[in-house]
């Protein structure tokens, strides 16, 4: 299974992506590619799939920082359109389990979808619901302890 939740190999999903083998065929596929990188820490790859009026090489060692400070637990796309995905990526950090909530735009520039920019919401893992940790039991009776 690949790191984005897709029942295929990550050598032939996003790390053929992420490695440049074959460009995404959708902005879905790109936002999991994405995903999986950041579980990576590969800040090189989130900047240059970003468009180019958003590229901030300095951002590389940032994200790269972040991502190795959490340990992502999964992702669950919400909804897709065209040219949209709404997703929740769950992450643990020293705290708590958070979760980034965001709808991103993608467009395409230079014949390859680019994230494009998003609109962050503040969500928060409910007390019910499973928990992001693959458990099988309640959050409220695992990680929010």
Request: some cysteine.
């Amino acid at each position: 299974m690949c790191i984005c939740g897709e029942a295929k190999r990550f050598d032939t999903c996003c790390g053929a992506i992420i490695e440049g083998k074959r460009k995404p065929a959708s902005a879905e596929e790109l936002m999991r590619s994405r995903y999986s990188a950041y579980t990576l820490a590969d800040g090189r790859y989130l900047v240059l799939s970003a468009v180019k009026e958003n590229r901030y090489e300095d951002d590389a060692e940032l994200i790269e920082e972040f991502s190795k400070s959490v340990e992502w637990l999964k992702l669950d796309v919400l909804h897709t359109t065209h040219d949209t995905v709404e997703f929740k990526a769950y992450y643990k950090d020293k705290e708590s389990i958070k979760i980034l909530h965001e709808k991103s735009n993608f467009v395409i520039e230079d014949n390859i979808w680019r994230y494009k920019d998003g609109e962050l919401y503040n969500t928060k893992v409910q007390r019910n619901e499973s928990c992001p940790c693959g458990s099988g039991k309640k959050y409220k009776k695992c990680c929010a302890l």
